[in-house]
């Protein structure tokens, strides 16, 4: 248990669905993350929040939508996904800030299969 | 960002046996994190060490930051050591950690 949860932990979707991801954490933290792992490959970074608001949104396609309501919550909203989309999308948390005590802390993930 | 480079990229062992993971990267870094993913896709932090060394049970690792690298030391393996080991860092002039691709760690019993 890291102090990060996500729900759902699968989920499996036609590309004509709307679903959305929920990522909460309880470690007093004010950045969050969303990332994505593909079958084989590393971790990419999507989407980062500092104190509620989106920083970082590194080229992500628009139909994932962010939302982060406070910094326990964050959300990833999903909308007519493509196949190549299945992955494993995993929710990080951390201090903010550019310094260097921002250790970040991941939940467990939820396994998206897009049909 | 930085680039991040992991040696080697699969290992297997024998219960028991020792091994040494390292992690090169480009560029100075003020945050570097060691992680575990297990089978089931959860990433467990083993260390957070952008320098110095530190050891934790079987595990250890070592972070020689003006030669850019890192190393992680497991210790007497065990099958439950199995998984992805990933190492991740960040320079100061950057705002996110960019992962390495990863060493596929399988022990046998």
């Known amino acids: 248990e890291t102090g990060v949860t996500q729900t759902p932990r699968h989920l499996v979707m036609g590309m004509t669905n709307k679903k959305s991801l929920k990522c909460e954490q309880h470690l007093g933290h004010n950045a969050m993350y969303w990332y994505k792992q593909s079958a084989k490959k590393p971790l990419e970074l999507m989407f980062v929040?500092?104190?509620?608001?989106?920083?970082e949104n590194n080229s992500v396609p628009s139909r994932f939508s962010p939302e982060c309501p406070n910094s326990s919550h964050l959300f990833l909203h999903l909308h007519t996904l493509q196949p190549e989309d299945s992955a494993l999308y995993l929710c990080a948390s951390s201090q903010a800030g550019g310094g260097a005590h921002n250790e970040q802390f991941f939940g467990p993930g939820t396994r998206l299969t897009v049909l | 960002g930085i680039q991040v480079e992991q040696s080697p990229p699969d290992l297997i062992l024998q219960e028991g046996a020792n091994s040494t993971l390292r992690c090169n990267f480009s560029?100075?870094?003020?945050?570097l994190q060691w992680f575990h993913q297990n089978p089931w896709g959860q990433l467990i932090n083993l260390f957070y060490?952008?320098?110095g060394t530190k050891q934790n049970g079987r595990l250890s690792a070592t972070t020689v930051a003006t030669e850019r690298y890192s190393l992680l030391y497991i210790s007497s393996s065990q099958t439950t050591d199995s998984g992805v080991y990933f190492c991740?860092?960040?320079?100061?002039?950057?705002?996110?950690?960019?992962f390495g691709s990863g060493t596929q760690l399988t022990v046998l019993p």
């Open positions: 560029d100075s870094v003020n945050n």
């Open positions: 929040y500092n104190f509620k608001e989106q920083t």
């Open positions: 060490i952008p320098s």
């Open positions: 991740a860092g960040r320079s100061g002039s950057a705002r996110q950690l960019t």
